[in-house]
């Protein structure tokens, strides 16, 4: 999907965000469809997660938090920070990127997806949305083999957890759509692969 109705796909950079629920399979997804394009691969949690627990520490809280205001309102602001400016520094020397967070908050928001689409054109940028579907006993199963301490409130409080978020949630803004549900009749790699086609077919940039 250009940004740019008159240019050609070798003109623009890809920049894919990978987003979902926690427990949705994004990081997998992620590195699937980082191996299919050869596209570099920057994830959230890897980015951040030893600094956001210091830091939550340091505030006197839980470095397990992801759910109370403390970390929601000064710690995730900061860690979608350092993500976005590792990305934007990659794409404007012509590295494409795969990003990979939850991004609930901002593919929701159409100011912030207007940014990111301006910031995009000006850089000569293709934003691109995967959106990893998933169902809550897939979630359940998955945070529970991955056994995360930053998963350990979701787990004990899970239909508190569900009652904060709406399952058919969706971008605003045209995106693919993975279908990681256990009982998905496709799996997760076919998925990708075609996802990779598509977005390296638009973009003209193919494995290196």
Partial sequence: ???HAATTPTEQVPFVLVAGFAGSGKSEAGKLLSLATGWSLLDKDTLTRPLTESLLS???GDPDDRQTPLYGEQV???EYDCLMKTC???LEHGVPVIAVAPFLKEVADTQWTARLLRRCNRIGAAAEILWVDSDEA???ERLTAR???RDTWKLANWREYLGTIT???R???EHLLIDNRVTSPTPLAEQVEAAALTLTSRHGRGPA
Avoid: I, K
């Fill in 167 to 169: 399952l058919d949630h």
């Fill in 147 to 149: 056994n995360a301490r």
């Fill in 58 to 60: 340091a505030l006197g």
């Fill in 138 to 140: 897939s979630m359940q």
């Fill in 88 to 90: 934007w520094e990659n």
């Fill in 171 to 173: 971008p605003v803004r």
């Fill in 1 to 3: 999907m250009s940004t």
């Fill in 76 to 78: 995730r602001p900061l």
